[in-house]
């Protein structure tokens, strides 16, 4: 018998609170934000790029104490703000990698924060140490960080914003940033800390330099993915997953993953590029992991193909393009009994402390 999906669909989904046990006004909450859940560089229907909202704080305030963005993909800026959460209540910004899809919306973001901050405080900017890779070139995310205004401050935008105001910071938003590198391992480490609330990383394979985090509080743990897949490249292999992100999920309460379906697999009609599916966790694969690793929620982002779209970027899926449904089924398919999340920008899931 096909077992009934416990997936919430829709706009609406998850906007209620899923509690852990019974609350009190002042309890320790968690709530996890899909800031935008477009996969890849193409653009559907609007999606922002790929990022996620940790907010952590009390039932009271709302969990407003901590807010840490993982990933600023295009749109972050905006989507923050339906949000409630200008530029600057941000704590810090955590990269998976630096591809365009994950980190173009950092120059909005801290610009913004410029524009109207800039006494501060600094933004903590969190991100792997720089890596060479065997062709030759650099991934570096401090480079990112540090050259984030170089266009404006070419074209003289920049300066006009100083004459206007001198008080700005006279580098531009680069100015604001607080970067952190870390030198990522197979084994998890700690690499910010505030308060009640850990990051904790660990690398994993999709592009040079590409990590993924943990992040711990008394109300919940969730681990952020990012694109992570299995270290090697191609099949023959166990699963499409990251071992080393399995290891960062043990006990989690909450995965959030990218995610493509199997239709987008070489045995398909779609066309999709074998080495780019390859280097994607799939749903089915996701549902193991999360079983073994005893995950309660498993939320799916960065969506290949989006929801409802017939294409993923020129690549064709159907007239009617996958459902949420769709995605839940792949998963299923795993054995994985814990709650799937699977949604438009700004699908939430919210966690209270005992």
């Given amino acids: 018998m096909k077992r009934k999906s416990k997936a ?71 989507q923050l703000s339906k949000l409630g959460v200008p530029a600057g209540k941000l704590t810090a910004v955590f990269f998976s990698h630096v591809h365009s899809d ?31 890779t065997p062709k030759g070139y650099t991934m570096s995310c401090r480079s990112f960080g540090e050259n984030i205004g170089a266009a404006l401050i070419a074209s003289g935008e920049m300066a006009q914003r100083l004459a206007e105001n001198p ?87 909450v995965v959030v993953h990218s995610v493509i379906h199997p239709i987008m697999g070489p045995d398909g009609a779609s066309g999709f590029p074998p080495p780019i599916y390859y280097r994607q966790s799939t749903a089915t694969d996701l549902g193991a992991m999360s079983k073994r690793a005893g995950v309660k929620h498993l939320m799916l982002t960065h969506h290949i193909p989006p929801l409802g779209a017939p294409r993923q970027g020129p690549y064709p899926v159907s007239k009617t393009g996958l459902t949420a449904e769709d995605y839940v089924d792949a998963v299923r398919q795993s054995g994985y009994e814990g709650d799937v999340v699977i949604g438009p920008d700004l699908t939430k899931l919210r966690l209270v402390a005992n």
């Fill in 8 to 78: 919430t669909l829709g706009a609406a989904l998850l906007m209620g609170a899923m509690s852990l046990g019974s609350t009190a006004a002042a309890a320790p909450c968690l709530e996890v934000v899909l800031t935008g859940v477009q996969g890849g560089p193409p653009v559907f229907r609007g999606q922002a790029g790929s990022g996620t909202l940790v907010r952590y704080g009390t039932e009271e305030n709302k969990c407003s104490d901590v807010f840490l963005q993982f990933d600023t993909g295009r749109g972050t800026t905006q």
């Fill in 102 to 132: 994950h980190s173009e919306g950092l120059p909005d973001l801290m610009q913004l924060r410029w524009h109207f901050g800039s006494a501060g405080p600094k933004v903590d900017m969190v991100c792997g140490d720089d890596v060479t």
């Fill in 167 to 253: 008080k700005r910071l006279p580098g531009g938003p680069a100015d604001l940033l607080n970067i952190k590198t870390f030198s990522a391992g197979d084994e998890p480490q700690i690499v910010w800390e505030k308060g009640d609330v850990t990051v904790s990383a660990i690398k994993s394979r999709h592009v040079a330099g590409h990590a993924s985090y943990r992040v711990d509080t008394p109300a919940g743990s969730v681990v952020i993915g990012g694109d992570a897949g299995n270290d090697k490249p191609a099949p023959p292999r166990d699963s499409s997953t990251s071992a080393q992100v399995e290891k960062l999920a043990q006990g989690a309460d």
